[in-house]
């Protein structure tokens, strides 16, 4: 703008910043226990806890001491967990145990929902914790991930889950047209309100490795990737293209993973669409700020924070943290 040089106003953004009540009154976004989702790693057997070497601070825990974290979520005004199963027996090339009713995630779907009916439980739709090559689909001889093969196998997954009670399901496969088979095979099943969180722009990233750790699939994996199928981290574009297939084929709400270093696709999808938009600190960028906080290099409250205010401020209706709690706790304050 040209002003005339007498009307030239006299620019000092520091004037608001200067107190914290005229900070308050200018700020655009902020961060609630209602924008977190909380992703637990669930054991078989009874009594069972174990930490995650990788993801200090991160349990594995049986169903019966993740009542106690889901209590403890939900009174905190965490709005929903999601599960994510360590499954050690019955990994087969064809992942059968993926749709078993009396399996492990179905089991604690339905016990978290008897017992915190008003907690949400979003279930995880992929076939890695149950295949015994570690991908998230059925493969063929060569070990190609087979894409409309897969999706069969899903839409049982799916099922089974929506069955057992979860409200939310969530395909983090990136098969091709998953969505749409999804949400036909719900609506023929009578399953009319499950929600489907579709992993929009999953991206073939280093950032999971803890996770595999924690779920126990890196060594089934070995050195193969999952570059068939999730998305290369060079593109921003097709990120587009998959939310904008996602949200024809029938999703609820779309994610972006992982998180901290996606931004930009988390800002781009929220514009071109308007969707319920989320995003995944993954396990990788929940290890580098835990490796900084515990060598003193970070202040744990304030990075963790900020790490999940800069989610909102890109746009995310809602942040996959594995500090939910903590953070819930520190907002509390
Ligand atoms: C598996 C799945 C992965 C994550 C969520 N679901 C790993 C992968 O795709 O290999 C990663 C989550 C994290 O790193 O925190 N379908």
Redesign the pocket.
Known sequence: MNFPTRYVPHSRLRRMRKDDFSRRLMREHTLTADDLIY?VFVLEGHNQEEAVPSMPGVLRQSLDKLLFTAEEALKLGIPMLAL?PVVTRNKTETAEEAYNPEGLVPTVVRTLREQFPELGIMT?V?L?PYTSHGQ?GLTDARGYVLNDETIDVLVKQVLCHAEAGAQVVAP??MMDGRILAIREALEDAGHIHTRIMA?SA?YASA??G???DAVG?SGNLGKAD?KTY?MDPANSNEALQEVALDIQEGADMVMV??GMPYLDIVRRVKDEFGVPTYA?Q???E?AMLQAAIGNGWLDAEKVILESLLAFKRAGADGILT?YSIEAAKMLKK
């Open positions: 992703p994510f995880d992929a890695d998230d983090s496969d992993y999953k950032f999971y803890p996770f595999r699939s999952k999730q993973k992982p995944y993954v396990s990788g929940y594995y």
